[in-house]
T-cell receptor
C-alpha cells in the first residue's frame, strides 16, 4: 500500500506570490491534516479535513486555506506569501476522523520564500 | 489550553549510552500521548503511544510511561545506536478531538 504522498517536495517562491501544495492520503483514509514545521515553533496544526469538510482549524491567518476532494486528496493554499511562511509543510492521513487511529505522515513539502 | 513541553536539544550521546528525553504536558481531560520520530528528509513516524494513565508504550527498544500524577511521558532507551539519530516529537491528543498538539522536537545525535 502506498504511503502518503506530497507534491511538490521542494518549492521556492517570492514574497507576495501564492502557492498550492498537494497531499494524497493512503488509499481508504478519509481524514487529512496539515501541519507547518519550523525550527523555532516545531509542528503547528493548520487544519484537518474529513469527507471534504474542514473539521478543525489551528491559529493561522486567513491566508492559509485548504480543501479536500471527493477522492480524499487535499490541497493547501497560501496566498500573499511572507518570509515567515518558509517551512516544511507536512500532511498526515488517518482512516477515520474519530478515535485514536494512527496518523501517517507524508515526507513534506519544503517551501522557501525569498 | 493544551500544550506539550520537551527538553531542548540537541542531545548528543555515545553509542550504547542510556537515553532520556523529557516530555511534560498540560491538558484538560484524559489525553492520549505519543512519541514520533523524524529521520532526515522524511516525515514523522509513530514510535509509540499510550492512551491512559500508567500505560507503557514501547517499540524498537524505546519506552515511555504515561504518568498522570507528574503529567509526564518521558522517552527512554537503554542503549542507543547511531541509527537512532533523529528528531523526536512528543504529542498529545484529547479524545473526541481531531487535533494533535506537538512539542518542539528534540534532536538526538548518537556518535559511534
Amino acid at each position: 500500500k502506498a504511503g502518503v504522498t506530497q507534491t511538490p517536495r521542494y518549492l521556492i517562491k517570492t514574497r507576495g506570490q501564492q502557492v498550492t501544495l498537494s497531499c494524497s492520503p493512503i488509499s481508504g483514509h478519509r481524514s487529512v491534516s496539515w501541519y507547518q514545521q519550523t525550527p523555532g515553533q516545531g509542528l503547528q496544526f493548520l487544519f484537518e479535513y474529513f469527507s471534504e469538510t474542514q473539521r478543525n482549524k489551528g491559529n493561522f491567518p486567513g491566508r492559509f486555506s485548504g480543501r479536500q476532494f471527493s477522492n480524499s486528496r487535499s490541497e493547501m493554499n497560501v496566498s500573499t506569501l511572507e518570509l515567515g511562511d518558509s517551512a516544511l509543510y507536512l500532511c498526515a492521513s488517518r482512516l477515520e476522523a474519530s478515535g485514536d487511529n494512527e496518523q501517517f505522515f507524508g515526507p513534506g513539502t519544503r517551501l522557501t520564500v525569498l | 489550553g493544551n500544550s506539550v513541553t520537551q527538553m531542548e536539544g540537541p542531545v548528543t550521546l555515545s553509542e550504547e549510552a542510556f537515553l532520556t528525553i523529557n516530555c511534560t504536558y498540560t491538558a484538560t481531560g484524559y489525553p492520549s500521548l505519543f512519541w514520533y520520530v523524524q529521520y532526515p528528509g522524511e516525515g514523522l513516524q509513530l514510535l509509540l503511544k499510550a492512551t491512559k494513565a500508567d500505560d507503557k508504550g514501547s517499540n524498537k527498544g524505546f519506552e515511555a510511561t504515561y504518568r498522570k500524577e507528574t503529567t509526564s511521558f518521558h522517552l527512554e532507551k537503554g542503549s542507543v545506536q547511531v541509527s537512532d539519530s533523529a528528531v523526536y516529537f512528543c504529542a498529545l491528543k484529547n479524545s473526541g478531538t481531531y487535533k494533535y498538539i506537538f512539542g518542539t522536537g528534540t534532536r538526538l545525535k548518537v556518535l559511534a
